[in-house]
């Protein structure tokens, strides 16, 4: 009798152990076919569609994606503590003033772009406004315009340096406070892409956007001159004369930005749940035929190849993206 006992008790046992195991290795897999990414909102679509292609070569792995503007997608990591294994910012400057060197080793600069004022048909004052009267436009009472909340993402303080920089442009003293005056703090939202729905349902005349969400939404827009849309490197000089304070990396302190030609940064955050999936989602992001091409199909130009400022930086990359990847300022 006891021994039969002892032979169920052990067959129970291993059973137990049995599915513990299988348990164990379920919840494992899962984990490492799960990659998180915060990401810039105007990187949406392409990233959208990046993953789309990102998971067909791999059905195993689960990307999920959150938008949201740089800044805030940064005090994720560093306020609040939320796991993320890949971080991608529409300013490159975000990732190395919040989170190098606590929360990530290295930054590669892999996309530009330009600022752009959008409008749609029904916009007040659609069939006159251009490249040449815009300014005039937007100080008129019954235009609504807005731009992103300059703390939480880069076209907010990137909208702010265009006006900046169009005031010496076309030297025209006081124009700069004359076109914030008529923009009231409500027409102010956390990212760039949530005015697009403003734009689209009447709700609101202009507003500041990326070139490559405007043409990925096919919304009207005004295309500015190099000397003010940020898009053009060869200006870095005369971009770096326009400043913005913004909110600082501890509550209650500010940090001044400088104007630079509009540039987008990814890293992959050293606590990541996650490391060997984050690499092999760049290995394809970074590819001049995978992920690059997608950005570059959908209005915004990449880096081919993409960048990293110095030797000492590339020598911090995983192996597998250092021939993606060359050292150019």
Known sequence: MKRTAFLILSILFFCFAVTQIGFSEKEEIGSVGTLTIF?????????????????KMYPDIDVQREAAGSQQCARKITDLGKPCDIMASADYKVIDKLLIPDYADWNIRFATNQLVLCYTDTSTYADS???DNWYEILQKPRVVWGHSDPNLDPCGYRSLMVMQLAEKHYKIPGLYKALVANRPEENIRPKSVDLISL???????????????????GLR???????????????????????????GKEPDTW??????????????????????????????????EGGLEVLREMGQPPFLPARVPDHKMKATLPDELQSLVEVKN
């Open 255 to 288: 940090m001044e930005i400088s104007g630079q030609s509009v540039t987008y940064g990814i890293t992959m955050v050293k606590t990541a749940p996650n490391p060997d999936v984050g690499v092999l989602f760049l290995q394809y992001l970074l590819d001049a």
């Open 39 to 55: 990401h810039a909102g105007s990187l949406s679509i392409p990233f959208e569609e990046i993953e789309k292609r990102f998971e």
């Open 199 to 217: 734009l689209q349902t009447g709700n609101m005349d202009y507003a500041w956007e990326y070139r490559s969400v405007a043409v990925q939404h």
């Open 129 to 131: 406004v251009n490249a």
């Open 221 to 247: 827009h005004i295309t500015l001159p190099d000397e003010i849309n940020l898009g053009n490197y060869r200006f870095d000089e005369l971009y770096s004369t326009a400043k913005v304070k913004v909110t």
